[in-house]
């Protein structure tokens, strides 16, 4: 049977097994204390994110939803037509990655797509794209 060694708690001495008599080191644990950051401090040097402000993300707009059995969607080809949850005036979702940040209308730009921004909402708001 494989031999139990307790840890040490507090302030107390451990010797370490199988050395010899004349080799017995002691092994001491102290408590340590870590001073608190300042709440003010700047978050790194010179607290820039300038770096983060030419970065792409990708947004994701959710005109609606539907669910449909797998065998419903195996048959689907050109010319078929989903129904999807919401009404032709109801706004559309923004996504960033998870986090609902925005609603917005469908519009036409230069004859593609495009969003006009609605309305953005608090941060936490509830919802994650279809």
Not at 10 to 33: C, D
Not at 57 to 75: E, H
Not at 113 to 119: D, E, K, L, M, P
């Amino acid at each position: 049977m494989p031999e139990v060694i307790q840890a040490p708690t507090g302030n107390e001495t451990e010797q370490v097994p199988n050395a010899s008599p004349g080799e017995q080191t002691q092994t001491q644990a102290h408590p340590v204390e870590f001073p608190e950051a300042p709440q003010d401090a700047p978050g790194g040097p010179g607290g820039q994110i300038d770096i983060l402000l030419d970065m792409d993300v990708p947004v994701t707009v959710v005109l609606g939803a539907t669910r449909i059995p797998v065998r419903r969607l195996l048959q689907l080809g050109p010319g078929s037509v989903l129904k999807l949850d919401k009404a032709v005036d109801a706004p559309a979702e923004l996504f960033l990655k998870d986090s609902k940040f925005g609603e917005a209308e469908v519009v036409v730009v230069d004859n593609r797509f495009a969003v006009r921004i609605t309305q953005i909402v608090k941060a936490g708001a509830a919802g994650s794209p279809a």
